[in-house]
Structures are given as C-alpha cells and as structure tokens.
C-alpha cells in the first residue's frame, strides 16, 4: 500500500524529534523543515497529504505561510500544529484556510496519528 | 503595557515547549514498542508523567489568568450572542476529555433561544473552566447535567456533576487564587487553583452572580446567573 507522505514544519528541535520518530514509524514519509520560508517553498513545489505547521517559525511565520499559501490557491492541506492557544489564533487560521488546529500542549503522539489518519481516511 | 507581565507571558509560553517534550518522551517511553518496563520503572515513569501534566496545567492556567488580566484594561467587547452556542462550542473543544471517561452531556433548557449581551470570549473561557472541573471530578460513565433557565429577568446557568464534592469546611475559599480542595488534592487529580479565580472574576465583571451546592462524593452543581437588565 502507498504510503502516506507529509510534510513537518517547525523550529522545536526535540518536539520534531519526537514527532519524526512516530510518524515515521507510523508509516509515514516525512518531510522536516525549521522554517516558514522552506515551508513555502516546500509546499509551492510539491504536493502532500498533509502539512503540520507550527505558527511560531524563524523569518516566515505560519500565519504568513498560510496566509501565501490561501492567496496562491495552493492545494495542500495544513494542519496548524502549535502551542499558542488564544482563541484569536485559532479563529485567525481557520479563516486562512487550515483544515484544523490541534494544540501541541494538549495532544498526546497517538492522538495525533489517530487525527492524521481519521483525516487521510476521509479524502 | 506592562513589561513585566509581556515577559511573564514570554517565559510561561516558552515553557511549554520542553513541557511537551517530555509529555510526549515519557509517552513514548511508556509504548512497548519503544521500550519494555518492570511494573516499578512503568509505575515511576507515569509519576514522572503525572507530574509533568501538572507543570504543564499550571502553566497553561496562568499563561491564561495573565492573559486576561493584561488583556482586562480594555472594556468588555459586548455582544449579543445565544448562550447555547457560547456552551456547545466549549462542549466541543472538550469531546475527547468525555470520550475518556465516558461521560454524557444532559442538556436542559436548550430548546429555546438565551439571548444575552455578553463578552463572548471572555464567558467562553468562564464557563470553559466550570465544564473542566465537572469532567475533572467526575466518576467514570457518569452524567454531566448543563441548563438554562430562564426566568423574566435573568437566566441562570446550571452545570452539575457526580464528582467527588466540595468539603464544607472549604467552600468559602473554593474562588480563590490558587485553592484547590483538600480532596482534589486527595485524589490527584491535576489543577492549578486559578481556573474558578478566573471564573467568578469574568462573572462579576459582566455584574452577574456565581455559587455552587455541593456533597462530598455525591456532586456539585455550579450556578451562574446573568441579570438581563
């Protein structure tokens, strides 16, 4: 079976870490970049299954990598994955066009592969 | 704007970042495909958890009592909105917290319009925090009843749980800063204290009315009253 490929966008070292080891073993294929500027990039040039991007980034932040990405009709879909909380953000990303928000503090690694394939299991 | 609480929001939010580093290691450490633990290392390594889980609740409730009170300079952004939207959509922002523990929502009095000028946010996160400890306290595969009731000029919010009850002795501290009751203590159960602190302070400021009625080990029901006039 084809496996799912996705892309991981954030700054956090040790979170990406983590997160790396259990999407991969997950099954997974996992892009990683550390910055909004490659997280456009990336995301102008290929097309994934999903996008998780976190919204506090060196240079470009998310909210500006969603807002090009809205703007230029890209067709990834981005799940914003981060710790900021207020429910301005929130409010502020799915207007941009995110599919979700999950909050980093607030969901433990098997909640977010069972959010990950719920979705993927939808298309 | 004051610089010592932009600073305090800095570091509060900043420390959730290795706080959830750990969350999700010591997660890992406990999947067997990761690792294989003794009972004692597995019991160990979920104190380790537990206790990380309370860092992190502490942080989140005062990055939150911060927020509102750096944010409280500016006037209630009133509106009129129907209370039970205001109450679903916390509902909701909670599904997976019920899903845990099995419990239901019994929803009363939803079967007309409330409609109250309201701070949206601000009575969100009031009510946000009431719903928390109802799931918090609450037996397993019980009930959580949430009403409205309306009468000619006011409309009362009612949230009643089957939880392990408020001590007497306590309940004239239960809004303070940081309190929490010998028996949530008791039970382990993670919290900071500030969450009811907040709560009666948003109801005071909309000029409304918040108590409870509580037995140990049989519930608590917590009212909060909005004056339409």
Known sequence: ????????????????????????????????????????????????????????????????????????????????????????????????????????????????????NNYLGKK | MNKSQDYLLLLLHQLKTPLTGNKWFLELMLDKDYSVLTAKQKEIINDLAFNNDLMMTLVKDMLTLVNFEKNQGTKLHLEEVDLREVIKAEVTKVTLMLKKKELRINYIGFDKPAILKIDRLKIGLAIQNVIN??????????????????????ITLEIQDSGIGIPKSEAPNIFGKFYRSSNAIKNETEGSGLGLYLTRKIVLMH????????????????YIKFNLH
């Open chain 2, 133 to 154: 400890n109802a799931i918090k306290y609450s037996k397993e595969d019980t009930e959580i009843r949430i009403e409205i009731k309306q009468a000619k000029d006011s």
């Open chain 1, 1 to 116: 079976m084809k496996k799912h490929k996705l892309l991981l966008v954030g700054d956090e070292k040790p979170l990406a870490k983590a997160l790396m080891l259990k999407l991969n073993d997950s099954d997974f294929i996992v892009d990683y970049v550390d910055n909004g500027t490659e997280a456009y990039n990336s995301i102008q040039k290929n097309k994934y299954d999903l996008v998780l991007l976190d919204l506090v980034l060196p240079g470009m932040n998310g909210f500006t990598v969603l807002e090009k990405a809205s703007k230029n009709k890209n067709p990834n879909a981005i799940l914003v994955f981060s710790n900021l909380s207020q429910e301005e953000d929130i409010q502020k990303v799915m207007s941009m066009g995110a599919i979700g928000y999950l909050i980093k503090s607030d969901t433990s690694l098997n909640e977010l592969i069972t959010y990950i």
């Open chain 2, 207 to 222: 000029k409304g009315d918040i108590w409870f009625e509580s037995r140990e080990n049989f519930g608590t029901i917590f």
